[in-house]
């Protein structure tokens, strides 16, 4: 979330460059500064360490997605769903759970264009599986799914969906 704030934030300044989190990151020179991404996708990341901290990649999918979402639906409502969504957070953070506590935000706080334009940037970053068909076995969702199509469950076969999982269409 630091990384989405500090460059959000950075937007509004003379000096902003865009795609660029900024030397807060402690690069000593421009050549270092992280930069978002816009190719990351979860959980297949390239995330090429060369050496950087491990926890890095994930801020900047994280902070290329957060901004991915601003320029869809705007700055003022970004923020006002990404900060409601931090204070609901919860102790076991992962990127498609926190992506879902976003979209429960959006739903809340947004028009539904605005809260499908959020569904549609975590999908393409890949926080969510997307389905449609015809289930034919027993089946658990145990992760966000956006459904692009019909789904049919077929005679004898059952959908389980179990959180954090929630369905999205």
Do not use: C
């Amino acid at each position: 979330y630091a990384d989405y704030g500090a460059i959000s934030y950075r937007r509004t300044m003379s000096t902003y460059e865009p795609k660029k989190l900024g030397l807060w990151t402690l690069r000593t020179h421009n050549t270092n500064v992280r930069q978002l991404q816009d190719g990351y996708t979860y959980p297949t990341a390239n995330f090429d360490r060369n050496g950087l901290d491990p926890h890095e990649p994930g801020g900047i999918l994280w902070a290329s997605t957060l901004m991915d979402i601003e320029e869809a639906i705007g700055r003022d409502d970004a923020m006002k769903i990404v900060f409601a969504s931090i204070l609901n957070g919860d102790k076991g953070w992962t990127m498609p759970k926190a992506a879902a506590n976003i979209v429960q935000k959006a739903r809340l706080h947004l028009t539904p264009e605005k809260a499908a334009s959020v569904v549609r940037v975590f999908a393409e970053r890949g926080m969510f599986i997307m389905k449609r068909g015809t289930i034919s076995t027993n089946t658990e969702w145990n992760t966000p799914v956006l459904v692009t199509g019909d789904i049919k469950i077929a005679s004898g076969a059952t959908l389980t969906i179990r959180w954090p999982a929630f369905v999205a269409i």
